[in-house]
């Protein structure tokens, strides 16, 4: 025969033990959508040797970076956009005043994408590097 | 018999209680890193104006990169939007970073050559992974 005034009080205190769980274990997920991908289409007609610093604007928009090679001599402009999810969780446990054990993880290799295109000083184009986050 | 009845009408009273302590807490944040930029001042500067007519036009630039004896300044605007909740032990975050961000470049001479702009900044919104 069930006892329904059980039922209750076991419903409530599986209900209080998650909330105390919560402050020492967790699980966690998360997603971070950083600047805009520039058009693909847009990225596979570029074209070294005829394509220059204007068209290139014009196609791409505004990059995240700009500046010069490590010779000084070619200019590289850097679009850079990041769409990742990750996950991870957590658990801690207070042993002691002085210990406490835990145990953290993170899936969170966030590394975002890049185009990289290289320019003569005369603003030609030279070159086009991508860089995926699996590189 | 009365004692269990009792009890129940006390759990009963309970476990809105235990539920409400255990209900989803949830945050919302904006931050923003300097003004936006303004369209209409972006497509007044076309090449051949001065840095002066920039300045008058933008303002002070957020970064001024030297490219050889050329040089390029930037002009940005972020929006970063942040929304959080937490369910008892599981917990969803998502961060959404847009600018509005605009580059222009000078000869030597300190006259524009390119302009390159991205008005985004309006497109950060918040979002939780799975919804």
């Known amino acids: 025969m069930n006892c329904p005034v059980s039922r209750h009080v076991l419903r409530a205190l599986g209900v209080a033990l998650l909330a105390l769980l919560g402050g020492c274990a967790g699980l966690e997920f998360g997603r971070a959508e950083i600047d805009l991908e520039p058009p693909p289409d847009q990225i596979a007609s570029l074209r070294t040797g005829v394509d220059d610093l204007s068209s290139c604007l014009s196609s791409l928009g505004a990059p995240t970076l700009v500046q010069t090679d490590e010779n000084g001599r070619d200019f590289i402009l850097t679009w850079s956009w990041l769409s990742q999810s990750d996950w991870g969780f957590f658990f801690s446990l207070p042993l002691s005043d002085a210990f406490n054990a835990s145990l953290n993880y993170a899936d969170s290799s966030w590394r975002p994408q890049r185009l990289r295109l290289v320019f003569d000083p005369a603003w030609n184009l030279k070159g086009v590097l991508t860089e995926s986050p699996r590189d | ?131």
Request: hydrophobic share 50%.
């Open chain 2, 1 to 131: 018999m009365r004692f269990l009845a009792s009890c129940a009408a006390c759990c009963g009273r309970l476990t809105p209680v235990l539920l409400l302590l255990a209900a989803p807490s949830c945050f919302l944040s904006e931050s923003a890193i300097d003004e936006s930029l303004d369209p209409v001042a972006i497509a007044s500067i076309q090449p051949g104006a001065s840095a002066a007519d920039v300045s008058r036009a933008l303002g002070a630039p957020t970064r001024v990169v030297e490219l050889g004896d050329a040089s390029a300044w930037l002009y940005e605007h972020v929006v970063e939007k942040q929304a959080a909740a937490f369910f008892l032990i599981l917990g969803l975050r998502g961060v959404e970073s847009q600018a509005d961000r605009c580059w222009v470049f000078f000869d030597e001479h300190g006259v524009v050559t390119h302009l390159g702009a991205s008005l985004n900044a309006d497109q950060a919104s918040y979002e939780l992974p799975g919804f």
